[in-house]
Nanobody, 129 residues
């Protein structure tokens, strides 16, 4: 089992920045990927960014590439998402996730199947003027 808890969500103006954190505990080593997803009102949950636990390779959805940065502090068992140049379309609940077992990258970054991941409870990010 893996437990995840996000923090850092807030309301910001367009062009602003936020850093989300996700405290991880449990059997993290059994997962292949950690990552962030988001879900806007009336929309399906979508993948945002991922980091490979062994090796540290990072991956981003096209919508956030160049603006968001995913990172991990191994000593603190904490995952981060630095979000810059935030726009109203970034408004969503952001969820931290860990893959269940050794799933493929395409499984982790593709259409969301909730059973494939462990999930945090989410943190709200609102971007408006």
């Amino acid at each position: 089992q893996v437990q995840l808890m996000e923090s850092g969500g807030d309301s910001v103006q367009p062009g602003g920045s936020l850093r989300l954190s996700c405290a991880a505990s449990g059997s993290i080593d059994s997962s292949r990927y950690l990552g962030w997803y988001r879900q806007a009102p009336e929309k399906q949950r979508e993948w945002v960014a991922a980091i490979q636990i062994k090796g540290g390779a990072v991956y981003y959805a096209d919508a956030v590439k160049g603006r968001f940065t995913i990172s991990r502090d191994i000593a603190k068992n904490t995952l981060y998402l630095q979000m810059n140049d935030l726009q109203p379309d970034d408004t969503a609940v952001y969820y931290c996730a860990a893959s269940r077992g050794w799933s493929a990258l395409s499984t982790f970054t593709g259409p969301v199947d909730y059973a494939n991941n462990y999930w945090g409870q989410g943190t709200q990010v609102t971007v408006s003027s």
